[in-house]
């Protein structure tokens, strides 16, 4: 199972006048968690993106178990939830750092596209990193 871990910081930018942060940062959290992931495999969306490949987010979701608050340190774990020709899925889940409980879980679905949009298989080297 290819996985990974990440940490981040909630900013005080990020929250609300409540210190929670805000529901919409998970998504950018989750792209911390994917691209170092991808990274820990060898490659990154620089590479990808120099051989012609693109990965639009196409699916996302998230559940919002318990809030996260001003200044957590957030574990984000990220797993290879499968990958197909043209597909590829990760599913997250955010813990505070040093914690079991998962606080937030969620997931994204990308697509390969070529620089022009248009749908494509996913790199040969890249189908291999992620098996």
């Known amino acids: 199972m290819t996985t990974g871990t990440s ?3 909630v900013r005080y930018a990020e929250t609300d006048q409540m210190g ?9 959290w989750f792209e911390i968690g ?10 990154s969306y620089r590479n990808l993106e120099e051989q012609g490949v693109r990965l639009p987010v196409v699916e996302a979701g998230a559940r ?5 608050l001003y200044d957590d340190v957030v574990e984000v ?8 020709g043209a597909r590829v ?3 997250y889940e955010l813990h505070r750092e040093d914690s079991d409980e998962a606080l937030v879980t969620g997931f994204t679905a990308h697509a390969a596209i070529d620089d022009r949009g248009r749908p ?12």
């Not at 805000?22 to 998504?27: D, I, L, R, T, Y």
């Not at 994917?34 to 490659?43: F, P």
């Not at 494509?120 to 098996?131: D, G, N």
């Open 34 to 43: 994917r691209t170092d992931l991808l990274r820990g495999l060898g490659t």
């Open 120 to 131: 494509r298989r996913l790199p040969a080297e890249l189908r291999r990193l992620l098996s």
């Open 20 to 28: 929670v942060a805000w529901h919409g940062n998970v998504f950018a």
């Open 64 to 68: 919002y178990i318990r809030p996260l």
């Open 77 to 84: 774990r990220t797993r290879l939830a499968g990958h197909s």
């Open 89 to 91: 899925a990760f599913d």
């Open 7 to 9: 940490r981040v910081r």
